[in-house]
């Protein structure tokens, strides 16, 4: 899970202590500037996200980075209907998907970002 963190220019993605070490990569920071989109929705059930540096135990954990035909993907998800998705341009990863805290509403952080994209 990710601790999701609007900030004046970025949004960033704390993920817990053990996250990072199942996703090998530590937290995010997503410049508003460079995400074209993003929502609240469930990730489509499937057990191959593609060529993986991080952790992949379908129905357990997904966390990591990730290269398929999208490009490179970031997921840190247990739960898929909890989670965003960011799309981005201009950075290293075309999508990160995470889920966020269980204290966090993501329809509310959704729309919270989106204001912020599109300003």
Not at 77 to 83: I, L
Request: glycine share 6%.
């Amino acid at each position: 899970m990710a601790r999701i963190v609007l900030e004046a220019d970025r949004v960033s993605v704390h993920l817990s202590p053990l996250d990072e070490v199942l996703a090998l990569h530590g937290s995010l920071h997503l410049p508003y500037r460079h995400l074209t989109s993003v929502v609240h929705d469930p990730v489509p059930p499937g057990w191959f996200h593609g060529f993986r540096i991080g952790t992949n135990i379908p129905g357990v954990k997904i966390a990591g980075t990730f290269f398929n035909g999208d490009g490179v993907v970031f997921y840190d998800f247990h739960d898929p209907a909890r989670c965003l998705t960011f799309e981005l341009a201009h950075r290293v990863y075309k999508r990160v998907v995470v889920q966020v805290d269980k204290d966090q509403d993501p329809d509310m952080l959704a729309r919270q970002i989106a204001a912020r994209i599109h300003k």
